[in-house]
């Protein structure tokens, strides 16, 4: 069972295609009742996350049940082809980490302005430009996310898949980052990616800027190569940097039974921060990121 905090929005997750099953055992859902059409509703299910009573639109504590085997086991917010899953991604990763765009509206699969961290993305230059500026968001340190945060979640991407392509489960050949050209930081909040080709401005958004792919990442904390070693600011001009980073949080993320413990996962800018992981069952406790 997992024990979500008080004050953390939620909204989205009903949505993912693959989220009704691991929504399904929540303990607010008590019986089904059959409508007219047919359908099984089930009260609390889909689509009335936070409860009704929640008059603040966030959620309160929520007990949540893992099926055998949909345990997560994966932290690290770059999920490599074997681990990405619901479990690990949608209802584990996210509630850490955000994507940049939110992109499930209650029950209306588009983007989510008050749940995303980024404001809209602007593309230019034929659909090959994207520029993306970052809200006023914090990291729970209390360090600004920055446009350099998000350049260095798509480093690490890079230095994964140059390894091997199974160390990023988005990777398609010729595809991102394959295409990514060049990028600039016109401001601390903003990011400028350059691609080779058009993209599809509403695909683009989605499925990489929304989907998790993209997801800033604490490099104030998480650029070093080892525990002890020092943070280091050459990730972007050495790939050889870039991987031993990757190499070490990866290192990092298999070792599941650290997952409450460790340091690095603690720094967070969702809505909650993970303070108890059973290595042997899979649960866990989520406490509000405030």
């Not at 230019?124 to 993306?132: A, F, H, L, R």
């Amino acid at each position: 069972m997992t024990t979500f905090g008080r004050n953390g929005y939620i909204g989205g997750l009903a949505l993912a295609a693959a989220g009704v099953t691991a929504l399904s055992a929540c303990s607010g859902s008590t019986s089904s009742t059959p409508t007219t059409s047919g359908a099984t509703k089930v009260p609390g299910g889909i689509g009335s996350i936070p409860a009704p009573g929640t008059s603040s639109g966030k959620a309160a504590t929520i007990t949540w049940a893992q099926m055998t085997g949909s345990e997560p086991n994966w932290i690290f917010p770059i999920p490599t082809s074997a681990s990405n899953s619901v479990s690990n991604v949608f209802t584990f990763e996210w509630m850490l980490w955000r994507p940049v765009y939110w992109t499930i509206n209650g029950v209306t699969a588009e983007v989510y302005p008050p749940m995303s961290i980024g404001n809209t993305p602007v593309y230019s230059n034929g659909d090959k430009t994207v520029s993306v500026t970052l809200k006023n968001w914090k990291w729970s340190d209390g360090s600004p996310v920055t446009a350099n945060d998000l350049l260095f979640d798509i480093d690490l991407i890079k230095a994964g898949v140059r390894e091997a392509p199974s160390n990023w489960s988005g990777y398609v050949p010729g595809h991102f980052p394959d295409n990514l050209v060049s990028t600039s930081e016109p401001s601390p909040s903003t990011l400028v990616m350059n691609f080779s080709s058009s993209v599809n401005p509403g695909w683009f958004t989605n499925n990489y800027l929304g989907q998790g792919p993209l997801i800033p990442l604490p490099a104030q904390t998480w650029a070093k190569t080892s525990a002890t070693g020092p943070i280091v600011t050459n990730w972007n001009t050495d790939p050889a940097v870039a991987t031993k980073i990757f190499n070490f949080l990866t290192a990092q993320a298999k070792d599941v039974s650290t997952y409450a413990t460790n340091p690095l996962w603690q720094t967070v800018d969702g809505p909650y921060k993970l303070s108890a992981y059973n290595a042997t069952t899979g649960a866990y406790t989520l406490v509000p990121n405030t």
